[in-house]
């Protein structure tokens, strides 16, 4: 069993910045791959960024390439998200997932999730 907990999520201007932090418990956290998803009102759970458990491979979608940055820390078991020259469209709720398995985009081919975190960009 994993727990995750995010934060850092808030509201920010359009061109600002926010860290999203999960905080990982209650398993080898260096064993799962961690994806950032985000799931706007009306639309589907995406995944906007991945990572192995090693950081040796990370994904990210095409809408925050270049802006968004992930990344882990093995002994804190907390992954990150770094989001810069935000847009009013990258307002969402934000959850991190794991699994033991290798990279996916799939939602549902994850098996541990955290409860949210809401990330809210003014134009």
């Known amino acids: 069993q994993v727990q995750l907990v995010e934060s850092g999520g808030g509201l920010v201007q359009a061109g600002g910045s926010l860290r999203l932090s999960c905080a990982a418990s209650?398993?080898?956290?260096?064993?799962?791959?961690l994806g950032w998803f985000r799931q706007a009102p009306g639309k589907e759970r995406e995944c906007v960024a991945y990572?192995?458990?090693?950081?040796?491979?990370?994904y990210y979608a095409d809408s925050v390439k270049g802006r968004f940055t992930i990344s882990r820390d093995n002994v804190k078991n907390t992954v990150y998200l770094q989001m810069n020259s935000l847009k009013p469209e990258d307002t969402a709720d934000y959850y991190c997932?794991?699994?033991?398995?290798?990279?996916?985009?799939?939602?549902?081919?994850?098996?541990?999730w955290g409860q949210g975190t809401q990330v809210t960009v003014s134009s």
């Open positions: 990572i192995s458990w090693n950081g040796g491979y990370t």
């Open positions: 997932a794991a699994r033991s398995g290798g990279a996916t985009l799939n939602a549902k081919l994850y098996d541990y």
């Open positions: 209650g398993a080898t956290f260096s064993r799962y791959g």
